[in-house]
T-cell receptor, first 113, second 114 residues
Framework: QQQVKQSPQSLIVQKGGISIINCAYENTAFDYFPWYQQFPGKGPALLIAIRPDVSEKKEGRFTISFNKSAKQFSLHIMDSQPGDSATYFC????????????FGSGTRLQVQP | ETGVTQTPRHLVMGMTNKKSLKCEQHLGHNAMYWYKQSAKKPLELMFVYNFKEQTENNSVPSRFSPECPNSSHLFLHLHTLQPEDSALYLC?????????????FGQGTRLTVV
């Protein structure tokens, strides 16, 4: 049973456009929601993260929107650039018990010039 | 570089071989993790070590055997693997597993079982 569901599986965006990736979770014990970026041949790297006490967090061109009641969160990449082409993973971490990230299935983003 | 180094980067092994994957972190972190990344599947947590003690084994087959001799080093010993075990194996570390701190990943070992 997949605890964090991510969509779409792949995404093609034109340079300068907005990339939107969505995730949904089921377990209300999750209290930390990071997004990781992975380039080919590299391990995932933290991009941005949010806690459920805020509805939005922005860092440069990257924004997380969080809807606690719907148990959904999304990543928005504004002014998408070819260098943003990578695989993006949402993740979630519980406040108690298992202290390791549960990942979504990933979204392969391609930004066309 | 993230401060987490994995070796080897690539490994091809037969089903009867025994090999080991190595992970070293230079960040002073207290927790280390093994993840398996297969095509079109979420990263799967395999093992968690907290202050050198294994705190989680996520129902991993016994043909995978982890070892954590100290908080900076983590090994994954492999024996009698199956072709479906072919995947990217990622090591990660974090400062404190009881807090929501960033996990730093190594570049992974691409394992092919033939």
């Amino acid at each position: 049973q997949q605890q964090v569901k991510q969509s779409p599986q792949s995404l093609i965006v034109q340079k300068g456009g907005i990339s939107i990736i969505n995730c949904a979770y089921e377990n209300t014990a999750f209290d930390y929601f990071p997004w990781y970026q992975q380039f080919p041949g590299k391990g995932p790297a933290l991009l941005i993260a949010i806690r459920p006490d805020v509805s939005e967090k922005k860092e440069g061109r990257f924004t997380i929107s969080f809807n606690k009641s719907a148990k959904q969160f999304s990543l928005h990449i504004m002014d998408s650039q070819p260098g943003d082409s990578a695989t993006y993973f949402c993740a979630a971490l519980k406040d108690t018990g298992r202290r390791a990230l549960t990942f979504g299935s990933g979204t392969r983003l391609q930004v066309q010039p | 570089e993230t401060g987490v180094t994995q070796t080897p980067r690539h490994l091809v092994m037969g089903m009867t071989n025994k090999k080991s994957l190595k992970c070293e972190q230079h960040l002073g972190h207290n927790a280390m993790y093994w993840y398996k990344q297969s095509a079109k599947k979420p990263l799967e947590l395999m093992f968690v070590y907290n202050f050198k003690e294994q705190t989680e084994n996520n129902s991993v087959p016994s043909r995978f055997s982890p070892e954590c001799p100290n908080s900076s080093h983590l090994f994954l010993h492999l024996h009698t693997l199956q072709p479906e075990d072919s995947a990217l194996y990622l090591c990660a570390s974090s400062q404190d597993p009881t807090e929501n701190t960033e996990a730093f990943f190594g570049q992974g070992t691409r394992l092919t079982v033939v």
